[in-house]
């Protein structure tokens, strides 16, 4: 089981950036993939981008391409997302999603229901 934080999130003007990150637990069993989500108020959830905890690759949906940038730190253990250049359609609650359990090399998908734990949340508004 992977317990997610997330955090980073707040009031921002249009045009600025903001770096989400999100703590994944120490104790994941295996290889693991995280990816972030966003759902914006009376939207459906959407996949922005997602990364493996071991292997170096990652994806983006279509839209993310260009202002989203997802990284983690040397342990794999913070997977981070900057978003640059930040609009009010980006308003929206930002959550960090991860499965675990996997082959240590796993890559992972964009495909929402590869993911299994949830955190909370953290909220993104842009707005001048």
């Known amino acids: 089981e992977m317990d997610l934080v997330e955090s980073g999130g707040g009031l921002v003007q249009p045009g600025g950036s903001l770096r989400l990150s999100c703590s994944v637990s120490?104790?994941?069993?295996?290889?693991?993939?995280v990816a972030w989500f966003r759902q914006a108020p009376g939207k459906e959830r959407e996949i922005i981008s997602c990364?493996?905890?071991?292997?170096?690759?990652?994806f983006y949906a279509d839209f993310a391409k260009g202002r989203f940038t997802i990284s983690k730190n040397s342990a794999g253990r913070v997977i981070y997302l900057e978003i640059t250049n930040l609009q009010p359609e980006d308003t929206a609650a930002y959550y960090c999603?991860?499965?675990?359990?996997?082959?240590?090399?796993?890559?992972?998908?964009?495909?929402?229901?590869?993911?299994?734990?949830w955190g909370h949340g953290t909220q993104v508004a842009v707005s001048s």
């Open positions: 120490s104790h994941v069993r295996g290889g693991f993939i």
């Open positions: 990364i493996s905890g071991v292997d170096p690759s990652f």
């Open positions: 999603a991860g499965s675990d359990d996997l082959g240590l090399l796993a890559r992972c998908t964009l495909e929402s229901s590869d993911y299994f734990y």
